[in-house]
């Protein structure tokens, strides 16, 4: 079950990892290129499955905290968030057994191979988020039980605070994003620490291999010459997400964006190749609902993700400008994220959205 | 040199602890409250002098930490404070030997009392301001080389951060104000842990009974029908302060008060009994300036305190209002808080002034 990843693999990976976030999560170049280095310094990065883990094992997961658009200006070198695991092992007075990604979109999904590598142990092959969000208490391991107690966080100067709010991961997510803020941000986290038998409980399982999976799909169907939306759509078939398809293709006519508390939100128009319709995504750091001449196609947590009409490659929330030609491309989330309790943390509502959400799959059928 | 504070004693305190908070640190009515609560309960306040601390015992500096106007609408219940403290020794796996006031004007005199009492370790005669200040890098612990790091900041839920900047303790504020403000405006603090040999080196000694000696004087004035002012003044000549004298006598007749940045910052005008002349005090928290016609008669670090012109008693930042008949009292700081890297720390440029300093006793003349 496990494997050790390829520095080719990184490349597939962060082609994935993109996808999976939905527009947010920051871009995951600037964390390939700090696996690439810690490789090139004889790093190894081992994935296991969360079914390889002991259950008394302890497993800390791993993490970038700000907006993404601050993430691009201020670079980490690679050794922030090792050291913030370190801090929170400190606390603990225990070392990691293993790491495990906070979310499998973006930026993050490469930070905890950094630390992984640089700090030894392996990662696991899952995740909290299933995607990317843009807060910390929206995870599975928070939503079936689990705190994000005590959390470290570090800034690039080294200077650190652990975060206590017992149970309560919403209180979390105001402290740290406070701390975040001060700490110009962007800051690195280590948080959720919990047992081997706990990830198996509350993991959302096997997200690393999907958004390798998903990037070598890109990759494939591009030296192949074969239609990659296509084959993003077949290939979702055998994975814990199912379902995925081309939502709209356009261009972007109207792009609105600021920071505001931190995040990078604001809303996109894409004007249908034949003019005859027109989607509105509004985005929070992430792209949460995609509405079709005001008639929602896909909402949160369902994953709504741009991709260039002519590479399919992920565009970010960032990136998206007037003039892009683009297809919006759809994907059901896991049973696990779709559960009362999954949705009361992360649906809809969470954001700040009065539509109810319904399943991709089977919206405005 | 030690000795154990009674009941009757704290209300004296309270006196002098608002005299010496220069309009700032808050009322120590909640405070004085709390304290007589743990007293009712059996606790003890024992009061020692630095000297007679060993060098190798811990001492923990306690205090809340926010706005005073926040603090009088979020009012503690007295275990908020000794939580800080514990979380603070677990972080450290060691306990305190006593505690030490951050401050010793306002609400912060009483702080560190309440926290003595429950937890059962003396207090430490003494300080890191001499005064009150708005901010904890603004201490003569710091000045003189001790860190804040780590620190443990607890609000009314207990939850809790430990934060650590190493020696950097402008970062410190920074972070512990920015988590201050995301707690609602007031939280509780246990910062610079340090030896009994650095207290004996850096801490402003006597400042209790200071406190407690103004405050008493002007019960005994005010008993005996003397002069409070003038008694205050032959107080003050016997004590590390030596120098006090009333600067300007007059009405209220314009204040301007906000909350900027999570401090009460303003400023008010004073005119003089016989309307010739108008004093302009500014205050960040604290009255910082006094100008008489343009003209600075007493600037921070040395104390200005407005003073009820009848009864003598002091006059909080927050309780200046246009027609109340004051006298304007200033006091001279000890040596310790007037070299230069204290002068940098917590002089006038600290505080945006362009003014130089100029000691009380000689300014103007």
Redesign the interface.
């Known amino acids: 079950m496990g494997y050790e990843l390829s520095v080719a693999d990184l490349r597939d990976l962060a082609t994935g990892a993109a996808l999976l976030g939905t527009g947010g999560g920051g871009d995951p170049l600037i964390g390939r290129l700090l696996v690439e280095q810690a490789m090139a310094d004889g790093c190894r990065v081992r994935v296991i499955a969360p079914d390889e883990l002991d259950d008394d094992q302890l497993v800390i997961s791993s993490a970038m905290m700000g907006a993404p658009t601050v993430v691009l200006e201020k670079i980490p070198n690679g050794y922030e968030a090792v050291q913030s695991l370190q801090r929170l092992e400190s ?1 603990l007075g225990r070392t990691a057994d293993a790491v495990i990604p906070m979310e499998c979109g973006g930026l993050n999904s490469m930070v905890p191979l950094i630390v992984a590598a640089r700090a030894d142990v392996p990662v696991v092959d899952g995740d909290g988020m299933g995607r990317a969000f843009p807060e910390l208490q929206m995870e599975t391991f928070g939503v079936y039980g689990i705190s994000a107690s005590p959390l470290a966080i570090t800034d690039e ?10 149970a ?1 991961n919403h ?1 979390m997510e ?2 740290a994003r ?2 975040t ?3 110009g941000g962007s800051a690195h986290i280590a948080e959720y620490p919990m047992t081997g038998a706990e990830v198996k409980r509350t993991a959302i399982a096997g997200t690393l291999s999907l958004a390798l999976l998903l990037g070598r799909t890109l990759r494939e169907a591009k030296e192949n010459h074969t239609d990659p939306f296509q084959a993003l759509t077949d290939a979702l078939v055998d994975t814990p997400y199912r379902y995925g398809r081309v939502l709209f293709g356009g261009k972007v006519v109207d792009v609105q964006r600021g920071i505001i508390d931190g995040f990078t939100a604001g809303r996109a128009l894409i004007e249908s190749f034949d003019r005859s319709q027109t989607m509105e995504i509004e985005f929070r750091n992430e792209n949460m609902i995609a509405r079709v001449d005001g008639r929602v196609v896909a909402i949160v947590p369902d994953l709504i993700t741009l991709l260039d009409a002519d590479t399919a490659m992920p565009i970010t929330t960032d990136a998206v400008r007037y003039g892009l030609r683009v297809r919006v491309f759809g994907i059901a989330t896991p049973d696990i994220m779709r559960t009362p309790a999954a949705l009361d943390t992360f649906g809809p509502a969470a954001f700040g959205l009065t539509e109810p959400w319904q399943p991709l799959e089977t919206i405005g059928r």
């Open positions: 606390h100067h080294g200077y650190s605070a652990i975060i206590d709010t017992d309560d209180r105001w402290f406070g701390l803020i001060r700490m």
